[in-house]
């Protein structure tokens, strides 16, 4: 009877031995840690999937609060900036500073100013929309927004004149890449030549 189970399991192992590995379709993941490659149908884990039933909750009530005071929407806008209880989000943050800033609250003014002068990830400067915002919020006694003010101005004339150079050798820029610098190869009856 030993005998036989040994039989068995050396058959059993040579047979899983010979059988080839199964190919699945793999994907390399790199981060901080390195890489590796994983199985195309494994989940990666998320800190952000499934969330916190009561951090939703208390974003959802933040957000009833903001749709009616400003106050309410800074915070908000601040928290999606940081990413302080709910994901950080440039665009969400941006949206809900904008909300309070247009119904007169001075810190939005002043953060959406910052936001548009200095970008805001994804988002590149726009020094004459921060000229907008921080005029505003200066015109209500903030220190800050006025000296922002100044460079926003600055940037915003920087902004003008490099828009005006551009806009003046743009057509003899066309006229060099439409006529000015050759083809390297040309198309003949046998294919492509090159020079």
């Keep these: 009877m030993k005998l036989f189970f040994v039989a068995l399991v050396a058959l059993s192992a040579s047979a899983f031995a010979q059988t080839p590995p199964v190919n699945i379709p793999t994907v390399r993941i790199c981060d901080d840690s390195g890489c590796s490659d994983r199985p195309r149908n494994s989940a990666t884990f998320d800190p ?19 749709a009616k005071d400003p106050r309410a929407a800074y915070d908000l806008g601040l928290r999606f900036f940081r990413g ?44 004459a929309e921060a000229e907008k915002w921080l005029a505003m ?13 100044g460079q926003a101005q600055t940037a915003k004339k920087t902004e003008r004149d490099y828009y005006n150079w551009r806009q003046a050798n743009k057509q003899s820029w066309y006229g060099w890449w439409y006529s ?12 492509w030549y090159y020079r």
């Design 48 to 66: 952000n999937a499934g969330g916190d039933a009561d951090a939703e909750r208390r974003i959802k009530s933040l957000e009833a609060i903001a």
């Design 84 to 127: 302080d209880g709910v994901k950080q989000d440039s665009y969400q943050a941006l949206k809900w500073m904008r909300d309070a800033g247009e119904r007169g609250d001075a810190r939005a003014q002043l953060a959406v100013g910052r936001f548009y002068l200095m970008g805001l990830q994804e988002m590149g400067s726009d020094p």
């Design 137 to 149: 919020a200066a015109s209500r006694g903030d220190g800050e927004a006025a000296k922002l003010l």
């Design 180 to 191: 000015g610098y050759p083809y390297y190869s040309y198309w003949g009856p046998a294919g």
